[in-house]
């Protein structure tokens, strides 16, 4: 689809959010069609985890969106799908790609919400493609069980913060979510909740920097729980690490069942953005060092840069890989 003014931040960059919804919307369309595709009880898919994407390129306003999607792997109760994204100036024809991503999705049964179908196996060309698809599926087994794990931070307010510190920067949204929010099965669609996470992250980015801002990339997004139709979600934002160039903002979704639910609040989404700050000719500026003031800030710092250098030495060996072809 083409991409509109309200797609779009006031320098014209369409926001990372506003993609990250397309690219689920594509998965979730491709993961139930294929989950329906034989006789049985009808399904849903629901997203449970979208890997590391990076936003290669911006794209603007005026420009189309091709998203195109593709199941790569399933096993017994999940779908693994790649979804790559492509603008197109429609006046000089100019394509180029934008993201990358993979998504996991698990089919919930119409009839209930909590129970969760198998997948029909898909044909692979290759034997070795299977053996990959189940190791990429154990390792983000794995890496969602410890991220649960480690679930138990809050964002709490602070009284007068000194400028690029945590505290300064720091936001959250609250938002009732309604029938419009949601699937079929009346929990929220995950492209919704991304794009009010990433909402958030570019408004801690933006106070923290004082500049335009855009999404560099995600790091993988884990929905450890639905979250019901009625539910009020408190979307919470803080500045984790930075380099020269960039900054690293944990994010993360806690919903309040409202309406007929005794249940206490919970942790239902988990995440990493990372962004960069441009100058009005779209030209990277440098960040602002983030000034840490409390034991849990500098342990945060650290985790965040040790991400940072295992990202930058993947991408390096990546190019040097690219350029030995």
Sequence with gaps: RIMRPDDANIAGNVHGGTILKMIEEAGAIISTRHCNSQAG??????L????????????????????SAEITYTSRHSVEVQVNVMSENILTGAKKVTNKA?????????KNVNKVLEVPPIQYARKEQEDEGKKRYEEQKLDRLET???????????????????????????????PSDCTLLGFVHGGVTMKLMDEVAGIVAAR?????IVT????AINFHEKIKKGCVITVSGRMTFTSNKSMEIEVFVDADPFVDEPRERYRAVSAFFTYVSLSKEGKPLPVPQLLTETEDEKRRFEEGKGRYLQTKAKRQAQMQQAAQQ
């Excluded at 009880?41 to 629901?46: G, N």
């Excluded at 979208?50 to 998203?67: H, K, Q």
């Design 48 to 67: 449970a985890r979208v890997e590391r994407t990076d936003f290669l390129s911006p794209m603007c306003i005026g420009e189309v969106a091709n998203v």
């Design 208 to 212: 923290h920097c004082k500049t335009n």
């Design 216 to 219: 560099a990339s995600v790091d």
């Design 102 to 110: 993979t998504l996991w999705y698990v089919p919930l049964s119409l």
């Design 148 to 178: 649960k794990q480690r679930n138990g931070d809050v964002i709490l307010p602070v009284i007068n913060p000194e400028p690029h510190t945590v505290g300064y920067s720091q936001s959250s949204l609250i938002h009732l979510v309604g």
């Design 41 to 46: 009880e009808p399904s849903v898919a629901a």
